[in-house]
């Protein structure tokens, strides 16, 4: 039996242990952490990555959580409709929802899909030989047939695999993320919208269970984080109290302790290739990008599936790779560019420009519900390869 091992059990390295295994692979998930607790609160998972997920089981499992409803889209600080569009009319176009849901969620289920056994946790990897596939470990050493790296946006392997390749270069915001209790906010008030202010942004997402996903970014210097988590609160309502409802009452509601800030860091500078020898990089291992189109975890899950058909094919893993990364360093390129578009944008704070931008985006809503959807069709128009 061929053996994988998968460097972290983020969602892009249980996705691809899940569907190597499904192909008869022996796997082993090397996580460093003590646990596969996420960072970070929710995520959407688009039309691409929701048949992604088909391909492991999953899909059925991860649509039943869908809970936006009615209408969706851009607003302003003040509550004013940029752009908008109906869900029913992106599940029509698409034939699939974008379902928001805990990152947590996600997690446990694709942990649920592992062979018993695979998953090793608190193992940290030292050390990749990319011709071998030897894998050098803190507990030992592994070898394999193949190595997925899916060790994040500051990966080592990659480092190691292609040494003086640019870093990921800060995105010009920082982040806050959090999930408040929608209990009493009227669903009118509780739309799915992402609102734009002057080198701000706020996003609401209701999930299941009366809770909902929120989201912020501002345009500050890397490296200000605030030193305790009722300092970040604070920080929050300052940015956020003079804008629409019910932005400020959930910013109130937001539990310090489950704050998360973080600097947005991003790939500007693409990889000559995603793989080097026997080892595959995933994810932001990969192609880290701004969070604006939505595409991290669905790229790392659509990257993991396809990893899997090709290595499932036969013949040499070294073959198998390369037509990895000419499957997927053309379609996550594009995507990671056009996102870090969309992030230069919602970062102007000139009021002229913010004038000018906000005019751009309210003309294009007014083309009609489906024009912000059809600038979505060569990211969600995706389907995995078949088997």
Not at 63 to 74: D, P, S, Y
Not at 269 to 275: K, M, S
Request: charged share 20%.
């Amino acid at each position: 039996m061929a053996e994988a091992v998968v460097i972290g059990a983020g969602i892009g390295g249980l996705t691809a242990a899940a569907a190597l295994a499904r192909r008869g692979w022996s796997v082993t998930v090397c996580e460093r952490a003590p646990s596969i607790e996420p960072v970070g609160s929710g995520l959407a998972i688009a039309p691409n990555a929701l048949r992604a997920l088909d391909t492991i089981g999953v899909g059925d499992r991860v649509r039943e959580l869908a809970a936006l409803q009615g209408v969706a889209g851009v607003r302003r600080a003040s509550g004013g409709w940029l752009s908008r569009t109906s869900v029913k009319a992106a599940q029509d176009r698409y034939g699939d929802p974008i379902v928001l849901l805990l990152r947590s969620t996600v997690v446990e289920l694709l942990a649920d899909l592992l062979p018993p056994g695979a998953l090793r946790l608190d193992t940290a990897v030292q050390g990749v030989d990319a011709a071998s596939g030897r894998v050098t470990t803190d507990a030992g050493e592994l070898r394999a047939d193949l190595v997925v790296a899916a060790d994040g946006i500051r990966s080592s392997t990659r480092r190691a695999l292609f040494p003086g390749h640019p870093e990921p270069v800060y995105s010009g915001v920082t982040s806050w993320r959090f999930v408040a209790s929608s209990r009493g906010i009227s669903g009118q008030a509780l739309t799915g919208a992402e609102s734009w202010g002057r080198g701000q942004v706020f996003g609401v997402m209701p999930l299941a269970r009366d809770e909902v996903y929120c989201y912020a970014t501002a345009t500050v210097p890397a490296g200000q984080g605030h030193a305790t988590p009722e300092e970040e609160k604070a920080e929050l309502l300052r940015r956020f109290r003079g804008w629409h409802d019910p932005i400020p009452a959930l910013v109130d509601r937001a539990d310090p302790a489950r704050v998360v800030r973080s600097d947005v860091f991003y790939m500007d500078t693409p990889l000559p290739a995603f793989h080097r020898g026997r080892v595959a990089l995933l994810g932001d291992a990969a192609h880290s990008m701004t969070p604006n189109l939505g595409q991290g975890a669905c790229q790392a899950i659509e990257d993991a599936v396809v990893l899997a058909h090709r290595v499932g094919e036969g013949g040499p893993v070294e073959d198998a790779l390369a037509a990895y990364t000419r499957d997927r360093l053309p379609r996550t390129t594009p995507i990671v560019q056009r996102s870090a578009s969309i992030n230069r944008m919602t970062r102007w704070s000139n009021p002229l420009a913010v004038t000018a931008r906000d005019a751009v985006v309210s003309l294009a809503g007014l083309a009609g519900p489906t024009a912000a959807l059809r600038q979505a069709d060569a990211v969600f128009n995706w389907w995995p390869p078949e088997n």
